[in-house]
Nanobody, 113 residues
């Protein structure tokens, strides 16, 4: 059974940092492209970025220079390091695997003073 579980969300002040984690089970993690998405209240789910099996990364323009995706294949984990957080980053953050198509349940990130 494929399972992705996100963690690390919380409440942070503007300018602060958070590190999200996503642990995968039931898949061959090393061959997956791992993606992060986010969904703000009342809005559609938007793509944030991805990391390829070889470690290449790509991000949406709004988070470039602030967010970093990394992975640890030995632990079946992918990370989203978020710095200089802004109120507009408030959302539920999800990880997704492909080609084994699976989503986690998300973790809430709230950026507020």
């Amino acid at each position: 059974q494929v399972q992705l579980v996100e963690s690390g969300g919380g409440l942070v002040q503007p300018g602060g940092s958070l590190r999200l984690s996503c642990v995968a089970s039931g898949i061959i993690f090393s061959i997956q492209t791992m993606q992060w998405y986010r969904q703000a209240p009342g809005k559609q789910r938007d793509w944030v970025g991805f990391i390829s099996p070889s470690g290449n990364t790509f991000y949406v323009d709004s988070v470039k220079g602030r967010f970093t995706i990394s992975r640890d294949n030995a632990k079946n984990m992918v990370y989203l390091e978020m710095n200089n957080l802004k109120p507009d980053d408030t959302a539920v953050y999800y990880c997704k695997s492909s080609p084994t198509d699976s989503w986690g349940r998300g973790t809430q990130v709230t950026v507020s003073s």
